[in-house]
Nanobody, 126 residues
């Protein structure tokens, strides 16, 4: 059972990235998925989440209108599209998943997830 994040990198302010979170060893259909980030010296914070159905999404206020989460259950992958990036978005981004019977709910509480990826670094700098 593994989650692997890819797509991080160095980007200039105002730029864009697409992060991918791909599961292996299990089917993401039965899991809600969240994205979290941790900047140096700061606590991990929830960024976004998506329900099993994909019909419910949530975003932190700091990224609302700039980030978009989506899922492709055929590819067993959840994406986080990062647009209009700011230096304060610099962090290691993690995806996490938890199996649930609920199709239409999600949350950004990290203790509510029990499968985590290794993280991918996003650096926003000119």
């Amino acid at each position: 059972v593994q989650l692997v994040e890819t797509g991080g990198g160095l980007v200039q302010p105002g730029g864009s990235l697409r992060l991918s979170c791909t599961a292996s060893g299990f089917t993401l259909d039965y899991f809600r998925v969240g994205w979290f980030r941790q900047a140096p010296g700061r606590e991990r914070e929830g960024v976004s989440c998506v329900s099993r159905s994909g019909g419910t999404t949530m975003y932190a206020d700091s990224v609302k209108g700039r980030f978009t989460i989506s899922r492709d259950n055929v590819k067993n992958t959840v994406y986080l599209h990062l647009n209009s990036l700011k230096p304060e978005d610099t962090a290691v981004y993690y995806c996490a998943a938890v199996r649930t019977t609920f199709q239409t709910t999600c949350n950004m509480i990290d203790r509510g997830y029990d499968n985590w990826g290794q993280g991918t670094q996003v650096t926003v700098s000119s």
